[in-house]
Each structure stands twice: as structure tokens, then as C-alpha cells.
T-cell receptor, first 114, second 113 residues
Framework: AQSVTQLDSQVPVFEEAPVELRCNYS??????LFWYVQYPNQGLQLLLK??????LVKGINGFEAEFNKSQTSFHLRKPSVHISDTAEYFC????????????FGPGTRLSVLP | EAQVTQNPRYLITVTGKKLTVTCSQN?????MSWYRQDPGLGLRQIYY???????DKGDVPEGYKVSRKEKRNFPLILESPSPNQTSLYFC????????????FGQGTRLTVV
């Protein structure tokens, strides 16, 4: 079984400041890692994913994440946030051998302040 | 446009009155699933389907039913809703295969009084 922890339930940050949203996971098998974003009153959409290869993954809207196997982490970063980045962010994992079933973290609400 | 469509978007119902939330995708995806989203808990999987006529329980299946008679549709049925099923529900679909992205519907906000 897998579990995903997002240590910060809420992160307020000023516009143009950098941000890091933390994600740690636990799994007895190898997993793929994902970050999804949920804008207000919308469904989730994929920001980025790590399957294999380079541990630094770049996604949409200037976000990137780094996979750290020894620390079982997959933190999301953006060097300069915009008001439009205000949303809820979910880290998720899926088993490499099984594929489609996701286990999601509880989410981090990012609020970008003017 | 590729999309997952859920209906209705909002629903208020009374305890015990059967309801169905529909989900349809136009991407010819084999895999479909239902999640519920509750504050502080993230998304939890209710049921999933690997293909037509193949369904299985997720992490929180109690009180729900599903069916997959056609590839594009995956309705969620609450035979006798209870207040603890008040939640935000999402349908998702994806191609089979390792590491594939899931596409989500807009969500259905259900209130059971």
C-alpha cells in the first residue's frame, strides 16, 4: 500500500516570491509520481509527472519538481508565483506495476497575495 | 474537445432517495474511476473500471455502486444516500498503461440532508 503526505495544508506567499510545496510518500513498491492542480470550481489537471530518468521534472506554468528517492520526496517548486497560481495542489502516486490507480495526498492550498 | 463530462454539477437530495451521477468521456479511454474529495483527506477512490463490464472496489466503496456497460460511460449510483456521503465527487479516465495521466471531470457537489 502507498501513502502520500503533504506537510503544509496552506501556503500563503506574496506575488513574485518563490514557493515550494512539499510531498513525501511511502510505498513498498516502485511508484510513479504526479502533481495535479485544482483551480477553484474545476477538476484536477496534470502539472507534471515523474516516470524515470532525470530527477528534475519540468511541468506547465513554470512549475518543476525534484524526485529524491532516498528521502522519498517529490517537492514542487516555482521561482516566481503569480496571482493566477492560487489553487489547491495535490501530490499523487501510482504503482509502477499496476498503473492507473492513484493515491492522493490531502492537498496544499496555495494562496498568492498581491 | 477531449473531455470528461459529469452531470449534474450540483445536487441536493434527501436521505434514502436513490440518485445517479453520470460520467462520460470522449477519449476512448479504457480506464475510468470515481473519487470523492473531502477537506483534509484529498481524493479517495470509490470504484474503478479497467474496461467494459470490469469494475472493482477502491478504498471507500461502501454505499456506492457502479456499472460499465459502454466504454464511454461510468455512472455512480447511490442506492440510499446518507449525510456522510455529502462530498465533492470526481470522475476520471485514462488510457491503460503505466504512468498515464488521468483526466478529470469538473466535479459534482452532492449534499444529502
Amino acid at each position: 500500500a502507498q501513502s502520500v503526505t503533504q506537510l503544509d495544508s496552506q501556503v500563503p506567499v506574496f506575488e513574485e516570491a518563490p514557493v515550494e510545496l512539499r510531498c513525501n510518500y511511502s510505498s513498498s513498491v516502485s511508484v510513479y509520481l504526479f502533481w495535479y492542480v485544482q483551480y477553484p470550481n474545476q477538476g484536477l489537471q496534470l502539472l507534471l509527472k515523474y516516470l524515470s530518468g532525470s530527477t528534475l521534472v519540468k511541468g506547465i506554468n513554470g512549475f518543476e519538481a525534484e524526485f529524491n528517492k532516498s528521502q522519498t520526496s517529490f517537492h514542487l517548486r516555482k521561482p516566481s508565483v503569480h496571482i493566477s497560481d492560487t489553487a489547491e495542489y495535490f501530490c499523487a502516486v501510482s504503482e509502477q506495476n499496476y498503473g492507473q490507480n492513484f493515491v492522493f495526498g490531502p492537498g496544499t492550498r496555495l494562496s498568492v497575495l498581491p | 474537445e477531449a473531455q470528461v463530462t459529469q452531470n449534474p454539477r450540483y445536487l441536493i437530495t434527501v436521505t434514502g432517495k436513490k440518485l445517479t451521477v453520470t460520467c462520460s468521456q470522449n477519449m476512448n479511454h479504457e480506464y475510468m474511476s470515481w473519487y470523492r474529495q473531502d477537506p483534509g483527506l484529498g481524493l479517495r477512490q470509490i470504484y474503478y473500471s479497467m474496461n467494459v463490464e470490469v469494475t472493482d472496489k477502491g478504498d471507500v466503496p461502501e454505499g456506492y455502486k457502479v456499472s460499465r456497460k459502454e466504454k464511454r460511460n461510468f455512472p455512480l449510483i447511490l442506492e440510499s444516500p446518507s449525510p456522510n456521503q455529502t462530498s465533492l465527487y470526481f470522475c476520471a479516465s485514462s488510457h491503460r498503461g503505466r504512468g498515464t495521466e488521468a483526466f478529470f471531470g469538473q466535479g459534482t457537489r452532492l449534499t444529502v440532508v
